[in-house]
């Protein structure tokens, strides 16, 4: 093995290898803050849904406690100019009742919720934002 093949060799491995611990860091750490101290316009919204969770603004319905549902819609998901779409979903809790929310977030780097998958809900601020988690 030449000296060339070898450091071909290492470079290819130290690039699977930092490729690798970024694609961990990125996806398995969420990134929501307490509830406390977030601001809608402090949040990096490039990022909501790292980890499974979701900062999601409520139009319809209201959330007093953890509950589960099932996602009915993934619409309007359009992105704007900085790469985030602001979809609207449709869920139907477990209780019967039907809630209605905006989910911004970059779908290149976080997936939309789907519909017939069950999500938990959690109330997370006073005006209208909650927490989901697939």
């Not at 699977?16 to 860091?25: A, D, K, M, W």
């Not at 990096?44 to 589960?68: A, F, M, R, S, T």
């Not at 992105?79 to 209605?100: F, H, P, T």
């Amino acid at each position: 093995m030449t000296m060339f093949d070898k450091v071909l060799y290492f470079t290819i491995f130290a690039g699977i290898l930092l490729g690798l611990t970024v694609y961990i860091i990125d996806n398995t750490a969420g990134n929501i803050p307490e509830s406390e101290e977030f601001t809608p316009e402090s949040f990096d919204w490039q990022h909501n849904g790292k980890g499974g969770e979701y900062i999601v603004k409520l139009i319809q319905g209201e959330i007093e406690e953890e509950i589960k549902g099932e996602v009915l819609t993934d619409e309007n998901c359009e992105k704007d100019e900085e790469g985030l779409s602001r979809c609207n979903q449709k869920v139907l809790l477990e209780n019967g009742d039907e809630i209605e929310f905006i989910m911004p977030h970059n779908m290149m780097k976080h997936r939309c919720l789907s519909p017939g998958e069950t999500i938990e809900i959690d109330p997370y601020t006073e005006d209208g934002y909650v927490k989901t988690i697939i």
